[in-house]
């Protein structure tokens, strides 16, 4: 199966007038499918993505799976992972490490394309076919100028789930955020626990794997710089030092400051988890099965003893059962989670009543969402690069990256930049609450039509002749809700209400980071090259003052982003927190052997971007595993 592109002839309609709606880009995206549409996944599978519309369902669907509609695989296995994506894969590989213990991973994408590992794509690969397509419900504080009111929010749909479709920033966040996580009842889950774990995934070899008290050097994932810096990566780090920001390590316990990014990447080539911690075992243990393609859509659990003991899974338009002797370990992600859960019967009870699910556990399950707000909007001209590369020269960086993995389709532009700062309203005395990021955009075009070129963005990052300055949220106070699809809750898409800014601390901060970070035009740095603000209100906005508190408070809720850093839905907690789903060592309170393990658990979002602390996670809870099972039980 390969890789699909976006299909940018939903937004392009006759006439659009910008450059990423003419045939050119078309071509484009055509080419890099046929060039890495495919995947260097070994077995190139057999199997069809199962057409999930066809089979019938509706108020007898389960009743119908456990009279007999289903197929009972009767090769039992100690342990089932439900979904390898940044957390799955990880968990995966290591509980498979034990010979004895027979381990099923099930997926419900296809295997990773090589588009996935060309670094300055990412844009591309939102929309396309390893996309769950997710999109938020609208809402009256923000997307308001966004299509149907609704945000989109990717979720990687592959193996390699999020961490095959994302932007490769490796930062872990504050000390301080894991010491919160451990006083909030989450025995085990200071710094000083979860540090061990960063390390134990890590292969650093870059200048900071010198400091051996943060940084490790033996793990399954590569940590590296890219190996390609345009012009305005470094004159930017060298605005932000003006402007007295120091040069640091964010993954110590210095983040406020400037740096260079680590990123997931292996000489010039993305390390998704897929890539990191599933190919080099896939075809060598033989105690780890793969199932591709297959859709779990319950836990099975016996109601009266409340002991999970399988899952319920779709392959090929059959239902499947398969049972696990020890335990299930759901990492399907922060939709995905909740959903399996709820349509397991473990949810909020009057959720689940209105869905006409029977009750197993009654658990505040999909609740606590968080997630890393910013804006579209806020952008700065430059006269030093150019969006408009011909044909030869896109096909030049493609040979180049095809040849030795090097040039400006091996690094993501500006976003290589990462600044932490702290804004007046941030009481603790060395956390960031603001991340300031640097996307890269096409000025004349987001002037043109603001939300059609977001829609349209596809093209690689490398190519710019603006910045796009994002204040990322990244202590919210907002907190939003998963809820289960009314009309077709088992392969229809959650309902997110994600409440992004409904709290005003929430805007006050971004105002904040807005002014931070547009101080950059006043640099020496900055000014030599004529950078400039593009002043053009925006539609919708036209009222306010352009720069006032109440024009940025209009983007924010008019053309509102995201850093894709939603977590929270099954809270980790004690038994006595009353939104917690799962305890310190990632059980589901009330039923057993069933784990989550997985962005969701995290009871607050990290002040970093999420995929390490989720690799963490991953790293920690395997362990815990392997503790229970082999020191405790056996
Ligand atoms: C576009 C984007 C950009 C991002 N950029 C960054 C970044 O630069 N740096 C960073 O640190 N973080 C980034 N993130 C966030 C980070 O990637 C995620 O926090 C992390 O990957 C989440 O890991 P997870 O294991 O919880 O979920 P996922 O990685 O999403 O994995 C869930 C897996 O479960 C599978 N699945 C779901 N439901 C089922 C089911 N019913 N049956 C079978 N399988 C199922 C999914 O297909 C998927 O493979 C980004 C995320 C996105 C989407």
Known sequence: MSWVPPDLSQS????????????????????????????????????????????????KFFENVAAGGANREDNAYDFIVVGAGSAGCVVANRL???????????????????????PAFPPMLQGSSIDWGYTTEPQQYNCL???????????????????????????????????????????????????????????????????TFFHGTEGYLSIERFPFQDTNVNMSIRAYQELGLKIVDQNTDEQIGVMLLQQTVKNGERQSTNTAF????????KNLKIETNTYVSRILINPDTKIAYGVEYFKNNKVFMVTARKEVILSAGTFNSPKTLMLSGIGPSSHLNEMNIKIIQDLQV??????????????????????????????????????????????????????????????????????????????????????????????PLAYYDGLMLRPVLLSPESRGVVKL??????????????????????????????????????????????????????????PFIYGSDEYWECLMRSYTGTLHHQVGTCKMGPIDDKEAVVNPELKVHGIKNLRVIDASVMPKVVRGNTNAAVIMIAEKGSDMIKNDWLHHKN
């Open 485 to 542: 699809n009314t009309s077709d809750p088992v392969f229809g898409p959650p309902r997110i209400f994600s409440n992004t800014f409904r709290e005003r601390i929430d805007v006050l901060r971004i105002v904040e980071g807005i002014r931070q970070g547009l101080n950059l035009l006043k640099t020496q740095a900055y000014r030599s090259i004529g950078a400039n603000l593009v002043t053009n209100k925006l539609p919708g906005c036209e």
């Open 145 to 211: 100028r966004r299509r149907e009111q609704r945000c989109n929010w990717p979720r990687g749909k592959v193996m390699g789930g999020s961490s095959a479709i994302n932007y490769m920033i490796y930062l872990r966040g504050s000390p301080e955020d894991f010491n919160e996580w451990e006083s909030m009842g989450n025995k085990g889950w200071s710094y000083d626990d979860v540090l061990p774990y960063f390390k134990k995934s890590e292969d650093n070899h870059d200048a900071e794997a010198q400091n």
């Open 12 to 59: 392009c309609q006759a006439g659009s007038n910008i450059t990423t709606c003419q045939p050119s880009t078309f071509l484009f995206l055509q080419l890099v499918s046929n060039l890495f549409g495919q995947s260097k996944d070994a077995v190139e599978r057999q199997d069809h993505h199962t057409d999930l519309e066809d089979f019938i369902f509706g108020d």
């Open 96 to 118: 498979s490490e034990i010979r004895q213990w027979k381990v099923l991973l099930l997926e419900a994408g296809g295997d990773e394309p090589d588009v996935t590992g060309v």
């Open 366 to 459: 999909g609740y606590n969402l968080q997630d890393h707000s910013t804006l579209d909007g806020v952008i700065i001209a430059l006269n030093n690069t150019a969006t408009s590369v011909s044909d030869e020269e896109r096909e030049r960086d493609i040979r180049q990256y095809i040849q030795n993995h090097n040039g400006p389709l091996s690094a993501t532009g500006t976003l290589q930049i990462d600044a932490l700062v702290q804004t007046r309203y941030e009481n603790s005395l060395d956390r960031p609450d603001i991340q300031l990021l640097l996307d890269t955009t096409n000025v004349q075009n987001f002037i043109n039509d603001p939300i059609l070129t977001s829609e349209t963005n596809v093209l």
């Open 278 to 285: 599933i190919r080099p075992i896939r075809q060598k243990r």
